[in-house]
């Protein structure tokens, strides 16, 4: 093979900065002194490969150069930078994604593989499909040609995970005829915690000249740890809901407290990223190649990634089991008595086959996806709630307080969850140039959950064998035919756990139509998809309410058999949802850098089930007047939106907006009340509707050859359109039917807003680039602000998450194939709560990383 062997330009990168999005997030073309108009980026997101300024709908793109400039690996990283996306994040992996405002709130990790909502937001590795219930897949972002953000339903074209939006990580593939490899590394400081380093290189070798190429990307990312468990003690009081409600306040003088001192420590929480990524080209003839590709990643979280204003000593739960009070700690300190982790990995194998059939682009892109998640985390809070004090007390009194007996209050959750998922579709497409072109495909997708998730927060032990011993618990075992999961009998200290199977079978047929109506001018785009979803539960949740025994009074025992809910045999078990999604867009272009749009689309996102059905909400009679369903329905969104896409100055200027409408219909809501009437476990309705308005705007100006700004910002606006109460369904009441008024409408009020939905979020960037002998340099300084927002709709566990603003910084010189830069990222160091939430039975929030500083080395090379 013939080479010329050639360095390629430096790698000028860029600072971590808050910048604008999609449009706003493009690199100026050439380097310094070369093009100065603003560079084309090609998207996909039509499944076609278009410049993103043709493309009808709102779109985001962080190019490969970008993303290097920003200096942005994780999802947690980039997320700021795109305006109008939010997340609900207990830490790393344990994201769910929200677009234009559209979220009712997050109920905790723990669990939520066996009874969470779906998101609403699609995340894509390329052409798979892989979000999980409370679980983003945090794909590690190395050697990415892009990373697509499409806001708005995209049902007609990725299916039922995409109702709110996509984001799309495209990989870089395989080059035939060059060989080319890239290093990079950096060390860094994190204010108040731990150092950093990471380390990532890649390899593109031609195998055959025109046939065969393998690309291979290796990496490895250690952050320092930046939060405190703090030394602390726990103790039980008389405001814990469990003795106050059903002892008279009265703690027993026989009751174990206990400390963390074993545990405690500084920068609990280091993260690493640890995977590869292997991939090979081959090129057939003219018309046919395939792709095969296999990913690994690793990641390992250690600690908590949330800070507690108040350590658990002392807290004091009111009436909804809302937490308050408790010793005040420091900023990025917690209160934590056992060790908490998540391990969570993946493999990922697919094969994409491109070819042509006569004038018909024909592509075959299938994929199978295995995740394995790990997680404990600490709990011990579960003794201030009301159910705390049965399963750790035993014997008690309110009228003696020696009678009693509180063993250890200290517990901890754990989830052990898998997740496979496997996808297989098909697409013919016309050329590009047709006046009339058009696109149709097949798509089957099968995915599973396994989740067993299990609470140890019972002290009391078990009863003996031989005999059914006071003050003690019956052996936890799973229902009649094991668990699905896991046959065998739990921990001693388990005292409830969800053993299930969840998954769904999608089978899908779309089309999509473009006929220029004016030839270059004027183009109308309809769509629509075929869909059927086949969504299942099986397997049950086991506990030890009612299987105590103990004196001087029976009243919660003895029991005869273990507690729980079997959905093997609940009837149904089983949904299917079919029907149409659709989509339309008039797109007229102006002049040749001037688009506007108008675009309608339909989302939607299925139903699920409830770990069975209880009854609650007594009326003055003592009759429940409320049951949980057995399952919930899918809901819907419609979005009408106008935008237009525009360069201005021989396309130094660009400026794009959306204007948009969003109906969101029959909205799935996960409620956990159990002080409030609603019992002990989490469940899904649906229930009302919300309709968002919103506007979005991004800039970016080449002011000089070597200067550019970028901007973008977000305006939204949540109303909740209707208050539909839960409605009495017992008809042994005499309220049957009616709506239930004797606690607050847990989906609030008309006018109600949405979760995690800031009214306004923006950012702005600064870069100047120019050169120095045969030296380039650079400098870049950017921010953002985001305003304040909820963590919940309704009532119930809606805490007020303020605003805040931060800012970034870098400097760096390059020269030939190197380059060498500072990153200063969070300068303020500021600590704001990215999300609050009170599911660990005390208040958490996660905050941002603190200041960090690093320096960043990169080397890459080109041979052809």
């Given at each position: ?91 790393p992996g344990q994201n769910t994604i929200f677009m234009r405002g ?60 995409a109702q709110a939006g996509v984001i799309r990580y495209i990989t ?484 794009n907006g959306t204007v948009y409408q969003e109906d969101w219909k ?199």
């Open positions: 093979m013939k080479s010329n062997r050639k360095l390629s330009s430096a790698i000028v990168a860029v600072l971590s900065v808050h910048t604008a999005a999609a449009y706003a997030q493009q690199q100026t073309a050439g380097a310094v002194g070369g093009s100065e108009s603003i560079a084309d980026i090609v998207v996909t997101a039509q499944r076609r490969s278009e410049n993103v300024q043709d493309v009808p709908i709102t779109i985001q793109a962080l190019t490969s150069d970008t993303l290097s400039q920003l200096n942005v690996a994780t999802i947690d990283d980039f997320i700021k930078y795109l305006p109008n996306v939010t997340t609900g994040s207990m830490g559209l979220s009712t709130g997050v109920l905790g990790t723990q669990g939520q593989g066996s009874v969470g909502n779906f998101p609403n937001v699609a995340v894509y590795l390329d052409d798979q499909s892989t979000q999980l219930p409370g679980r983003n897949l945090d794909i590690y972002a190395a050697d990415l040609e892009r990373i697509e953000v499409l806001e708005g339903p995209q049902g007609t074209l990725f299916g039922a995970g870089n593939k395989p080059k035939l005829n060059v060989t080319e490899g890239e290093v990079n590394a950096g060390y860094g400081i994190t204010a108040h915690g731990d150092n950093n380093s990471n380390a990532e290189a890649m390899i593109n070798l031609p195998l055959i000249q025109d046939t065969l190429a393998i690309r291979a990307v290796i990496y490895n990312d250690s952050r320092g740890g930046y939060i405190n468990n703090v030394p602390s003690t726990f103790s039980r009081a008389s405001t814990d809901l469990g003795l106050a409600r059903y002892n008279g306040g009265v703690v027993p003088t026989n009751s174990v407290s206990i400390n963390n001192y074993d545990i405690a420590g500084n920068a609990i929480n280091p993260l690493t990223y640890q995977g590869f990524r292997v991939s090979a080209l081959m090129k057939f003839n003219d018309s046919w190649d395939a792709l095969l590709t296999q990913s690994y990643q690793n990641m390992n979280a250690q600690g908590v990634f949330y800070e507690m204003p108040n350590g658990s000593d002392g807290v004091v739960l009111d009436s909804r089991g809302n937490p308050s009070g408790g010793q005040p700690l420091p900023p990025l300190s917690v209160t934590l008595f056992n060790p908490s982790y998540d391990k969570d990995r993946f493999e990922n194998t697919s094969l994409t086959v491109d070819g042509k059939i006569g004038d018909l682009k024909f592509v075959y892109s299938g994929a199978y996806l295995v995740r394995n998640v790990e997680q404990a985390q600490d709990y011990t809070n579960y003794a201030r709630g009301v159910f705390g004090y049965y399963y750790q007390c035993a014997g008690y009194s309110s009228k003696s307080a020696a009678a009693g007996q509180c063993y250890t209050p200290s517990s901890l959750w754990t989830d052990t969850e898998e997740n496979i998922h496997q996808s297989h579709e098909v697409r013919l497409s016309t050329p590009d140039d047709w006046r009339v072109r058009g696109l149709v495909g097949l798509y089957w997708e099968k995915q599973q959950v396994d989740d067993d998730t299990e609470w140890l927060y019972k002290s009391v032990p078990d009863c003996s064998p031989t005999g059914l011993n006071v003050n003690c618990f019956l052996p936890l075992v799973p229902w009649p035919g094991g668990g699905n999961n896991n046959p065998n009998e739990r921990n001693a200290n388990t005292g409830f756990f969800d053993d299930f199977q969840r998954g769904y079978t999608q089978k899908a047929a779309f089309g999509s139509v473009d006929f220029e109506l004016v030839p270059k001018t004027l183009t109308l785009t309809l769509g629509t998809r075929y869909y059927k979803i086949d969504n299942h539960t099986y397997g049950g949740d086991v506990g030890s309410f009612y299987c105590k025994a103990f004196s001087p009074t029976t009243y919660f025992g003895p029991c005869l058999t273990p507690y729980g809910t079997d959905l093997n045999t609940q009837n149904p078990n089983s949904l299917t949802a079919k029907g149409f999604k659709s989509r339309g867009n008039l797109s007229w272009k102006v002049m040749d850098n001037f688009l506007v749009y108008y675009t309608w689309s339909q989302g939607f996102r299925p139903g699920g089930f409830n770990r069975g059905s209880s009854c609650h909400l007594p009326d003055a009679q003592g009759v429940d007047q409320y049951c949980t369903p057995k399952s919930y329905l899918s809901d819907d969104l419609t979005n009408n939106e106008f935008g237009w896409k525009t360069e201005w100055f021989g396309r130094r200027l660009q400026f029959n909205v799935q809501v996960g409620f956990f009340d159990p002080q409030g009437g609603l019992g002990n476990l989490t469940f899904g309705t649906n229930g009302p509707n919300y309709r968002v308005r919103g506007l979005e705007l991004q800039v970016v100006a080449r002011v000089t050859t070597g200067l550019t700004v970028q901007g973008a910002a977000s305006w939204n606006s949540t109303n909740e359109t209707n208050s539909p109460y839960l409605i009495d369904n017992n008809p042994a009441t005499p309220n049957y039917g009616q709506n239930i008024t004797s606690i607050p409408n847990p989906y609030g009020p008309i006018g109600s807003p949405l979760a995690n939905s800031p009214p306004f979020q923006g950012n702005i960037r600064v870069r100047d680039e120019w050169a120095m002998n045969d030296y380039t340099a650079f400098w870049q300084v950017g921010g953002q602000h985001q305003a304040h927002s909820l963590s919940a709709t309704g009532f119930v566990e809606a805490y007020d998450q303020p605003g805040f603003s931060t800012y970034d910084a870098a400097l760096g010189v390059g020269k030939g194939a190197w380059t060498l830069q500072l990153v200063g990222e969070n300068l303020t160091d500021t600590n704001a709560s990215l999300f609050t939430s009170s599911r660990q039975f005390v208040i958490t929030e996660t905050p941002m990383r603190p200041r960090t500083l690093a320096l960043r080395f990169g080397y890459k090379f080109t041979e052809k």
